[in-house]
């Protein structure tokens, strides 16, 4: 299965501008550089949401950005149903899944009905395998 990187985000420290959107991220074993999540927990480096997620919650009439859902990567292809241990290959960078994302409070401040609805399709997990790495939009993603 093949896909590509729609949008890349950094969560920061800053209360201003908390989610960033960026053009490139650079990881290593220890996750996104610059990310406030960096080094923090490995089996949660990374995070990798679908488009599908985005849409699942418009077609229900809850119009949220991309990047509120907290993850790095936004793929236009469907990962959630890749087993822990999995392989997937962006760009250059090797990740391993890790585990499905949890569902936090945020999401029910962005919309009561998100919890529910994405129970099972906000994102994965993943961490870096390869070391270090560049990823860009409109990078190749393979499972």
Known sequence: MQGKVLKLFITSDDEIKKRESVESIELDAEGVLLDKFYGKNLQRSVLLTSQESYAMAHNENIEIDYG?????????????????????????????ITQSCTLCKGLSTLNSKLPK???????????????????????????
């Open 68 to 96: 509120s859902l907290g993850e790095n990567i936004l793929l236009d292809i469907n990962p959630y149903s890749l087993d822990c241990g999995a392989r997937l290959f962006i760009g250059d960078t090797e990740f391993e």
């Open 117 to 143: 609805l994405l129970k099972n399709d906000r994102g994965v997990f993943a961490k870096v395998i390869s070391g270090k790495g560049t990823i860009k939009i409109g990078d190749k993603v393979k499972f």
